[in-house]
């Protein structure tokens, strides 16, 4: 089956940064829903006619991955208002966070923890990989045509390369 819009497809991945250090091993397959949500549009545009077996080497640009780094999606808030057991590199949720923490922090985002001071926690908005070149070595297992269920909610269940205001790297 070739991959078009609005099937699913199952990939295995290698990704690199730009200097060639390994971010991300996938060696077990996982789904995606190609035409969804799933998937940043350079991928898809890649994945497009190809079948099973097929393997595809993508330079991606930060204007075609997460975006380039945004200062603006830093914000510090007051360590006293966030958990004791905070610590650098935690994800919170921004709609867990007390409201008094950092107003001008937008709720709807994902905060990956950059610092911890004695008065303050320097809350990241910005994806883990905003502002960087990636090398994506792809392999096609698996093409599938997309049951209604996914196609309905836009995703095959995992979103690894879903862009989302200060998303957190999934999979």
Known sequence: MEITRQCVVALTWTLKDSLGEVLDLLEEPVEFLVGGDDLLPRIEEALQGRSAGATLAL????????????????????????????????????????????PDAPRHAVYTVAGVYPEHVLLDGNHPLAGMGLRLQLTVQAVRAASAQEIGCGSAGTGFFRVQPGGSLRH
């Open 59 to 102: 330079q991606l640009e930060p204007e075609d991955a997460f975006g380039d780094f945004d200062e603006q999606l830093l914000f510090l808030a007051p360590r006293a208002l966030l958990p004791a057991d905070v610590e650098e590199g935690m994800a919170l949720d921004g709609m867990a966070l007390p409201e008094a923490c950092s």
